[in-house]
């Protein structure tokens, strides 16, 4: 069984610019959510998707945002880069049902430069 | 919304030796709270939770306990040895409602080290 996939590994932008990074969850889970990792921090909870609808974000701004698509994919937007937002982007996925106390699966990252 | 701490920081062992991590939360309403390994470079993994009508929960070398009265919840890890070497992430959520809903809150991280 495939686990949860991201794309791209690796990327580099400049400021100002305007990425997006895609998530693949495990085959049969509804739940997405992403998190930031910047360097010697924790996770940072960005966005929760499930069925489709955003269930809820952290304290980042509106320039961060994403959706979920039927197939239960997921993409996060980033607009008008900082150099703060250098981070790895994780995707995680989970069975969902609503639930929110059950384990993440999660994918190895996009690892985000802005330059 | 949910505060998790976690200390220490950087903690360093001997082989064979005990490892012991701690964490608190400041939601209590939080009834869930994983423990997730992630070694260099590669993604994070839970390695063992526990929910707040337990107090504690043990698979073989690792342990958590958790006190819901004090809010704080700790991670042991026994006979520790080189492949424990790790970042270790403690984390609450809530299947309450409210802005902690689904959002796993995550403590900063403990680098173990393991010197054989």
């Known amino acids: 069984e495939a686990g949860v996939t991201q794309s791209p590994t690796h990327l580099i932008k400049t400021r100002g610019q305007q990425v997006t990074l895609r998530c693949s969850p495990i085959s049969g889970h509804t739940s997405v959510y992403w998190y930031q990792q910047a360097l010697g921090l924790g996770l940072q909870f960005l966005l929760w998707y499930d069925e489709g609808e955003e269930r809820n974000r952290g304290n980042f701004p509106p320039r961060f945002s994403g959706r979920q698509f039927p197939n239960y994919s997921s993409e996060l937007n980033v607009n008008a880069l900082e150099l703060e937002d250098s981070a790895l982007y994780l995707c995680?996925?989970?069975?969902?049902?609503?639930?929110?106390?059950?384990?993440?699966?999660f994918g190895s990252g996009t690892q985000l430069s802005v330059l | 919304g949910e505060n998790v701490e976690q200390h220490p920081s950087t903690l360093s062992v001997q082989e064979g030796d005990s490892a012991v991590i701690k964490c608190t939360y400041s939601?209590?309403?939080?009834?869930?709270f994983p423990w997730y390994k992630q070694e260099l470079g590669k993604r994070p993994q839970l390695i063992i939770d526990i929910r707040s009508n337990v107090g504690e929960k043990k698979d073989q070398r690792i342990a958590v306990t958790l006190n819901k009265t004090a809010k704080h919840f700790s991670l042991h890890i026994t006979e520790t040895q080189p492949e424990d070497s790790a970042v270790y992430f403690c984390?609450?959520?809530?299947?309450?409602?409210?802005?902690?809903?689904?959002?796993?809150?995550f403590g900063q991280g403990t680098i173990l080290t393991v010197h054989p």
């Open positions: 984390a609450a959520t809530s299947s309450a409602g409210g802005t902690s809903y689904g959002k796993l809150t």
């Open positions: 939601d209590s309403a939080s009834n869930y």
């Open positions: 995680a996925s989970s069975s969902g049902q609503g639930a929110t106390n059950e384990k993440l699966f």
